[in-house]
C-alpha cells in the first residue's frame, strides 16, 4: 500500500516509472478541472468525508475533516484472485486476460472511457447544489459524492494509461475536456448532459442514475479482463453510499411532504408536491434506462461472446455460463404495434441487466410508499412503463404513455406536462431551495435523516463553513 505517494495506490506504482510519470503528469490537469468544475465555492472548507485507504472489507476508509482539493483520490483494486477465470462466454474457464485481447481493443476502449466519462460529468452536474443545501449533513453527501466521483474517474483513467498506450492517455486528457451540457463538447451520454442544478434533481439523479453505474460496474466486475473486474469491484464499494443518499434523500422529501399534506395545502406550505416528485421519477428513471444501450444489441452479445462483459451476479445467479443458443422474448414496435420478438438471448443482455435494474428500482419504490402508509396518506409513487419516454434503443422514435401504451406523438405533446416536469414545476422547486448552514438546522421541505454519518449525530459539524 504506497498510501502516502503523491497518488495513493495499491497498485505498486512507484515499480513503472513510466506510468507513473504519465500519471503524475495528468494529476495537475485533473486538478485544475477540478478547481474550475468542481462543487463552486467550498473548496477552501473543511468537510468531514471518508477518504479510501485501503480495499479490505474492514477499515478501508478513514474518516476525517479534509480542504476537498487536498483529498487523497487513489488507485485501489480489490486484490488478485489466485487463478482467476474467464467466467463466462466462449472462453469460459481460460485464464484472466492481464492485458486487453487484441481484437477487443477499440470496445474495451470505449467502455472503459464511456464508463470513465460519465464521473466527472456528475461533478459537473452538480456543481452549484453547495449553494442551497438542505442542511450540512446533505452538504457532506454531495461533496462526499463529488469527491468520490472523482476518484472513479482515476479509476478510469488508471486503466486507460496502463493498458492502451498512447490512445488511452489521449482519451484520458479528453475525459476533463468534455463539459456536461456543452453543446460543442457535450459528455457522451444524454443523462449525464441533463441540468441538476436542484435537490430534488439530486436526490433522483443518485437514486435512478448512479444505480446504472451499479449494474454496469457489477457486470463489469465479473470481467474475464482482470485488472478491469478488480477496479470496478473496489468501486462498487463507494458507489453504495451514493445510492444510500439518493433513495432515503428522496424518502426523505417523500416523508416531509406527507407530513405537510396532512396539514394542508403542501404548496402553500412550501413543500414539494408528490406528484412534482413523481414527475421528476419518470424523467431520471426514464434517462437512466437509456444508459443500458439498445434491446437487441450485438456489441452485448460480443462482449459476453469475449468474455468481457457478463451478466448481473454472472457467477452467483447462474448455472449455465455460455448462455448460447438459449433465447429471449423482448417487445417491439412493427407495422405500428406492440409485437413479441425473439432473439438469441447473448442479444438480449442489455435488457436483461436493465431488467435488473428495474426491480432494484421498484424496492425503492416500496420504501417510499412505505414512508407514505406510515403518515396515514393514501397516494402512491410508482415507475413509469420502460418503454415511457426514451431515447435509445427499440422505442426510442415511438411514443407511449406512462403504462407503455402506443399512442400518437401528438397525444404524448399534448399529456407530456402531466408525466414530465414543466419548467412552472422546475422553478417551483428551485424556488424552495435556499440553504442551511447552521448545525442541526433542515430546510422546510425535507425531513431530517434517520441517523448521521459513521455515527456522528444529524447536529454534527459536517462542513465547516
Ligand atoms: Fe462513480
Ligand atoms: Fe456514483
Known amino acids: 500500500m504506497n498510501l502516502y505517494d503523491r497518488i495513493p495506490n495499491n497498485v505498486n506504482l512507484s515499480e513503472d516509472k513510466k506510468l507513473q510519470r504519465a500519471l503524475e503528469k495528468w494529476l495537475p490537469n485533473y486538478l485544475e478541472w477540478w478547481r474550475e468544475m468542481g462543487p463552486e465555492g467550498f473548496q477552501d472548507k473543511d468537510v468531514w468525508l ?74 459537473e452536474q452538480q456543481r452549484q447544489l453547495g449553494k442551497t443545501c438542505p442542511s450540512l449533513y446533505d452538504l457532506r453527501n454531495l461533496f462526499q459524492v463529488n469527491v468520490e466521483e472523482g476518484r472513479h474517474l482515476w479509476a478510469m483513467v488508471y486503466l486507460l494509461h496502463r493498458y492502451f498506450g498512447r490512445d488511452g492517455r489521449d482519451e484520458a486528457d479528453e475525459l476533463l475536456e468534455r463539459r456536461s451540457g456543452n453543446p460543442d463538447k457535450p459528455r457522451i451520454l444524454e443523462a449525464f448532459n441533463q441540468p441538476c442544478d436542484d435537490w430534488l434533481n439530486f436526490f433522483a439523479f443518485t437514486m435512478f442514475t448512479d444505480r446504472d453505474g451499479k449494474y454496469q460496474l457489477s457486470a463489469l466486475a465479473e470481467s474475464g479482463f482482470e485488472p478491469l473486474a478488480r477496479t470496478c469491484q473496489f468501486m462498487l464499494t463507494e458507489e453504495a453510499h451514493h445510492m444510500f443518499v439518493g433513495d432515503t ?114 424496492k425503492g419504490l416500496a420504501r417510499w ?3 407514505l402508509a406510515d403518515e396515514g396518506v393514501s397516494e402512491r409513487l410508482f415507475l413509469p412503463h420502460a418503454r415511457f419516454h426514451r431515447h435509445v434503443g427499440e ?65 454534527f459539524e459536517y462542513v465547516r463553513l
Request: glycine share 10%.
Open 50 to 123: 471518508r477518504t479510501a485507504v485501503d480495499v479490505g472489507s474492514e477499515g478501508w476508509a478513514h474518516f476525517d475533516y479534509v480542504k476537498m482539493p487536498d483529498y487523497r483520490w487513489g488507485i485501489f483494486l480489490e486484490p488478485a484472485q489466485p487463478d482467476y477465470k474467464v467466467g463466462f462466454g466462449d472462453n469460459l474457464g481460460r485464464p484472466g486476460y492481464q492485458e486487453v485481447p487484441g481484437e477487443f481493443r477499440n470496445a474495451l476502449r470505449r467502455i472503459i472511457v464511456t464508463q470513465g466519462d460519465t464521473e466527472p460529468a456528475s461533478v
Open 369 to 371: 410508499n412505505k414512508v
Open 395 to 459: 422505442y426510442a422514435g415511438h411514443t407511449f404513455d406512462i403504462e407503455g401504451n402506443l399512442i400518437s406523438r401528438e397525444e404524448f405533446e399534448r399529456r407530456r406536462t402531466e408525466w414530465l416536469p414543466t419548467m412552472e414545476d422546475r422553478e417551483y422547486v428551485r424556488s424552495l431551495m435556499y440553504p442551511v448552514f447552521e448545525p442541526g438546522k433542515i430546510a422546510n421541505w425535507i425531513a431530517p435523516p434517520a441517523a448521521g454519518i459513521k455515527g456522528k449525530p444529524f447536529e
Open 249 to 362: 434523500g428522496l424518502g426523505r422529501v417523500v416523508r416531509r411532504t406527507a407530513q405537510l399534506t396532512k396539514q394542508g395545502d403542501v404548496r402553500e406550505l412550501s413543500g414539494i408536491p408528490l406528484d412534482v416528485i413523481q414527475k421528476y421519477i419518470n424523467f431520471w428513471f426514464s434517462y437512466s434506462l437509456d444508459l443500458f444501450g439498445g434491446e437487441i444489441s450485438s456489441n452485448s452479445a460480443d462482449f459476453f461472446a469475449a468474455g468481457l462483459k457478463g451478466r448481473y451476479k454472472e457467477r452467483e445467479q447462474y448455472t449455465e455460463h455460455t448462455a448460447a443458443n438459449q433465447t429471449f422474448t423482448l417487445t417491439i414496435v412493427e407495422d405500428g404495434q406492440l409485437k413479441p420478438r425473439e432473439v438469441p438471448l447473448r442479444n438480449a443482455l442489455n435488457e436483461m441487466l436493465r431488467g435488473e435494474y428495474v426491480k432494484d428500482c421498484e
